[in-house]
């Protein structure tokens, strides 16, 4: 009679005592396992408090730019009060930049926003500057020019009061410095083509003011463009391709101006038309 009590006890401890490593085994196990969730988790976590950061420093930003130019980041109407926003968009731009491009119709905004006096001190100073203007006796000058007038000349009178301006702007540099001063560089060249935008790039920012057959060049839009993305790319081989073609015209005459330390040079296209 005891013997079936005491045999039903011996099997039931047998088999608690051998279970308890096997619990204790799964247990770890288990915790194991919790804590690895756990350290994804927390991977998880801070990565993505790291891109929280991120987007909220570009937001503010971009927020900065927005409030400065008062309308979109990704599109600016270019009103009489944003035009002066704009103005002040270059010119930080190129105080904060090294290298500078630009592509515009006739050199007058360009010449309006810096001002002789400020391109000469950049220059001095080390800011190198490559600008493209469209060559005045294209025919895209007179497509445009059928744009934004009724007179095909009408571009080509604008140019060519631009090139004497930035002629008077070099004989300025010639008459009341030594130029082995200057330690950057202003380069302008024609490019003969048909304009689509205007651009302007610095090794920090680029932007893009758009051409419509409709609109004046100076009542469109400018876009940004991200230093990321291909159109940003593409658009700086775009500049350099047209740069080099300006170069390699027969005698070299669609190189206008050249202000720098070792060359200075001034080709007047009505002299060479």
Same mark, same amino acid.
């Given at each position: 009679m005891l013997s079936e009590i005491i045999v039903p006890l011996f099997s039931l401890l047998g088999i608690v005592v051998g279970g308890i490593p096997t619990y204790m085994i799964m247990r770890l196990k288990g915790s194991a396992e919790v804590n690895k969730l756990k350290a994804e988790t927390d991977k998880l976590s801070a990565e993505a408090e790291q891109i929280r950061l991120s987007r909220k420093k570009d937001d503010l930003i971009n927020s900065e730019i927005t409030n400065q130019l008062g309308q979109?980041?990704?599109?600016?109407?270019?009103?009489?009060?944003?035009?002066?926003?704009?103005?002040?968009?270059?010119?930080?731009?190129?105080?904060? *930049?090294?290298?500078?491009? %630009?592509i515009s119709l006739t050199?007058?905004?360009?010449? /309006?926003? +810096?001002?002789?006096?400020?391109?000469?001190?950049?220059?001095?100073?080390?800011?190198?500057?490559?600008?493209?203007?469209?060559?005045? @006796?294209?025919? *895209?000058?007179?497509?445009r020019s059928l744009e934004e007038s009724d007179d095909e000349s009408f571009l080509t009178k604008k140019i060519n009061k631009q090139v004497l301006?930035?002629?008077d702007l070099y004989e300025m540099a010639r008459k009341f410095d030594n130029f082995k001063h200057y330690? *950057?560089?202003?380069?302008?060249? @024609?490019?003969?083509? %048909?304009? +689509?935008?205007? +651009?302007?790039?610095? /090794?920090?920012?680029?932007?893009?003011?758009?051409?419509?057959?409709?609109?004046?060049?100076?009542?469109?839009?400018?876009? @940004?463009?991200?230093?990321?993305?291909?159109?940003?790319?593409?658009?700086?081989?775009?500049?350099?391709?047209?740069?080099?073609?300006?170069?390699?015209?027969? *005698?070299?005459?669609?190189?206008?101006?050249?202000?720098?330390?070792?060359?200075?040079?001034?080709?007047?296209?009505?002299?060479?038309?």
């Open positions: 979109n980041l990704a599109e600016i109407s270019l009103s009489d009060v944003d035009r002066a926003c704009m103005t002040e968009y270059y010119i930080r731009e190129v105080d904060e *930049g090294s290298t500078i491009e %630009i050199l007058q905004v360009v010449l /309006e926003n +810096y001002g002789e006096d400020r391109i000469l001190k950049w220059v001095k100073g080390g800011k190198k500057f490559r600008i493209l203007i469209l060559y005045p @006796f294209s025919m *895209g000058a007179k497509l301006r930035l002629k330690n *950057g560089s202003l380069e302008v060249r @024609f490019y003969d083509g %048909i304009p +689509y935008f205007a +651009y302007f790039r610095t /090794e920090n920012t680029m932007a893009l003011g758009l051409y419509y057959s409709h609109i004046k060049g100076l009542q469109s839009e400018v876009v @940004f463009l991200d230093k990321k993305t291909n159109v940003y790319k593409n658009m700086t081989n775009h500049f350099s391709v047209l740069w080099e073609k300006g170069d390699k015209k027969e *005698g070299n005459k669609m190189t206008l101006c050249i202000i720098s330390e070792h060359r200075m040079s001034f080709n007047d296209p009505n002299d060479t038309k």
